[in-house]
């Protein structure tokens, strides 16, 4: 299956920090770019970075509970996206990210790496997670990942 080409931005929504990740323009591989502090001036930092990487597409990891069910954290990144779907001038989509900061966190122990000192880093491995998960689906489907953020439910 081809997919769209062009690279696209990934989003890890976290209380104090989010983690960013990019495809390449094939949409083959995702790789880290760096952990955003949570607050004022994040929405307008990653507008910069999706102009600077030339991103046609953003995609937000949506933290669902094991059984799929909402959380507060769901809602707060169904938030997150929509205030950023109304900032950039580009599509941002919705995608369930179970278990990604888990499995972020696996990798780095994995790799020796200590998950104290490493929180940034997780972030970005997450936002890695769910960027390559999307990408994943997007191939195998044929269909773009997840659902587009509304960005009137940011108001």
Do not use: C, W
């Amino acid at each position: 299956m081809v997919l769209r080409p062009g690279v696209r931005i990934g989003i890890d929504v976290g209380k104090a920090r989010i983690g960013v990740s990019r495809s390449d323009p094939h949409a083959m591989l995702a790789t880290p770019v760096e952990t955003v502090p949570r607050g004022d001036g994040d929405l307008a930092t990653i507008d910069a970075l999706a102009r600077e990487l030339d991103a046609m597409e953003v995609v937000v990891g949506l933290p669902l509970s094991l059984s799929g069910a909402r959380t507060a954290s769901t809602d707060d990144a169904v938030a997150f996206a929509a205030r950023l779907a109304a900032r950039v001038d580009l599509p941002v989509r919705l995608v369930d990210e179970r278990l990604s900061t888990v499995t972020a966190q696996q990798a780095l122990r994995a790799s020796g790496r200590n998950t104290r000192n490493s929180r940034p880093v997780i972030d970005q491995v997450a936002a890695v997670i769910i960027l390559q998960h999307a990408l994943d689906y997007e191939r195998s489907a044929g269909i773009p990942p997840g659902e587009l953020a509304d960005p009137d439910e940011g108001s």
